[in-house]
């Protein structure tokens, strides 16, 4: 079992830059992929970013490929989201899931709460 809560979320400009954070409780997180999943109001949750479990392999929507980069520590259990250059078109709840490296949500048996993301001038 792991529980995931993000962390990070909040207003920013369009061009400005934020770290989100995915805490996992259990200790088999260093076993899982994790992956970063978004969706804006009306749209369906869509796939961001993935890692795989030693942080080797990572995997990115096009949207966000050279401006988001995703990162985990097993020792604190936590994977990160860096997310630079941001742009209006990122709004969007962001998920932190464990369970795979792919976009399809139904191989992620765990998801966080999910925390908003604005980019607003």
């Known amino acids: 079992q792991v529980q995931l809560v993000e962390s990070g979320g909040g207003l920013v400009q369009p061009g400005a830059s934020l770290r989100l954070s995915c805490a996992a409780s259990g200790r088999t997180f260093g076993s899982y992929a994790m992956a970063w999943f978004r969706q804006a109001p009306g749209k369906e949750r869509e796939f961001v970013t993935s890692i795989d479990w030693n942080g080797v392999g990572t995997y990115y929507a096009d949207s966000v490929k050279g401006r988001f980069t995703i990162s985990r520590n097993n020792a604190k259990n936590t994977v990160y989201l860096q997310m630079n250059s941001l742009k209006s078109e990122d709004t969007a709840v962001y998920y932190c899931?464990?369970?795979?490296?792919?976009?399809?949500?139904?191989?992620?048996?765990?998801w966080g709460q999910g925390t908003q993301v604005t980019v607003s001038s």
């Open positions: 899931a464990a369970g795979s490296i792919h976009a399809d949500t139904t191989e992620y048996p765990y």
